[in-house]
């Protein structure tokens, strides 16, 4: 029972994420979601009260994303920019293919009153991206000297151009190709010219590009992300 409730809940916000991004939060109607989910609009009620709720969960599972890269990373002890580096094509990756993470950034960018606009999709993969460059920093893996500001201003204009771009399925950034060519520009400015072979700026071979479904969803795709060179 608990495993069925969680499979309908998933339904509700795949079918939600993909109407928030193809006609937009404000478009998207909450009789349009339970339709095209395959259910009664008394069925989304059960799971969530209002519109807001369903798009805060969406915005937590596309969260959820990014927690699960961490954890991996920390995990096999992948050098810092190397997963700074993976963080850039993961956040690419999803948003150019992932419903629920471009109705996150939809959702953040349109919610004015409810959400602080794009900050609020862009401010945690900003804040993992600035403390994976203090870890380099640490770790003496950084050209010195490094300006400090400087440094974290690039990066953070980095993330959301990216994510703009790639949001938008922009062809000035081309997936995969795009993010590795912006890197061969930046990794020189940030660290020593004998590293700079020793990075991969490729996306991994499996880079992960789908929010995790939550727990009970049987029929969800297993998540993986494939180990930083």
Same mark, same amino acid.
């Given at each position: 029972?608990? #495993?069925?409730?969680?499979?309908?809940?998933?339904?509700?916000?795949?079918?939600? !994420?993909? &109407?928030? *991004?193809?006609?937009?939060?404000?478009?998207?109607?909450?009789?349009?979601?339970?339709?095209?989910?395959?259910?009664?609009?008394?069925?989304?009620?059960?799971?969530?009260?209002?519109?807001?709720?369903? !798009?805060?969960? %969406?915005?937590?599972?596309?969260?959820?994303?990014?927690?699960?890269?961490?954890?991996?990373?920390?995990?096999?002890?992948?050098?810092?920019?190397?997963?700074?580096?993976?963080?850039? @094509? &993961?956040? !690419?990756?999803?948003?150019? *293919?992932?419903?629920?993470?471009?109705?996150?950034?939809? %959702?953040? @960018?349109?919610?004015?009153?409810?959400?602080?606009?794009?900050?609020?999709?862009?401010?945690?993969? %900003? #804040?993992?991206?600035?403390?994976? &460059?203090?870890?380099?920093?640490?770790?003496?893996?950084?050209?010195?000297?490094?300006?400090?500001?400087?440094?974290?201003?690039?990066?953070?204009?980095?993330?959301?151009?990216?994510?703009?771009?790639?949001?938008?399925?922009?062809?000035?950034?081309?997936?995969?190709?795009?993010?590795?060519?912006?890197?061969?520009?930046?990794?020189?400015?940030?660290?020593?010219?004998?590293?700079?072979?020793?990075?991969?700026?490729?996306?991994?071979? *499996?880079?992960?590009?789908?929010?995790?479904?939550?727990?009970?969803?049987?029929?969800?795709?297993?998540?993986?992300?494939?180990?930083? #060179?």
């Amino acid at each position: 029972m608990q #495993a069925r409730s969680a499979r309908t809940r998933n339904k509700l916000v795949r079918a939600g !994420a993909e &109407l928030f *991004d193809r006609k937009g939060y404000a478009q998207a109607t909450l009789v349009q979601i339970a339709t095209s989910a395959g259910l009664t609009k008394g069925a989304l009620y059960f799971h969530f009260a209002s519109k807001d709720a369903l !798009a805060d969960d %969406i915005q937590e599972q596309a969260h959820l994303l990014l927690q699960e890269f961490v954890r991996t990373h920390r995990q096999r002890s992948t050098a810092p920019v190397q997963a700074l580096i993976d963080l850039t @094509h &993961l956040l !690419a990756g999803a948003l150019h *293919d992932d419903p629920v993470v471009r109705a996150s950034f939809r %959702i953040a @960018h349109e919610g004015a009153g409810r959400n602080p606009s794009t900050a609020g999709f862009h401010d945690p993969w %900003i #804040a993992e991206a600035l403390a994976l &460059l203090d870890e380099a920093r640490r770790q003496g893996s950084l050209r010195a000297p490094l300006p400090h500001g400087r440094a974290d201003v690039l990066l953070s204009t980095l993330i959301c151009g990216i994510g703009v771009l790639a949001a938008a399925a922009s062809p000035r950034l081309e997936l995969g190709r795009g993010v590795a060519e912006l890197w061969a520009q930046l990794l020189p400015t940030l660290v020593p010219d004998d590293d700079v072979d020793g990075y991969r700026t490729q996306p991994p071979q *499996d880079v992960p590009v789908a929010a995790p479904a939550p727990a009970g969803d049987l029929g969800a795709p297993a998540l993986s992300t494939h180990d930083a #060179a």
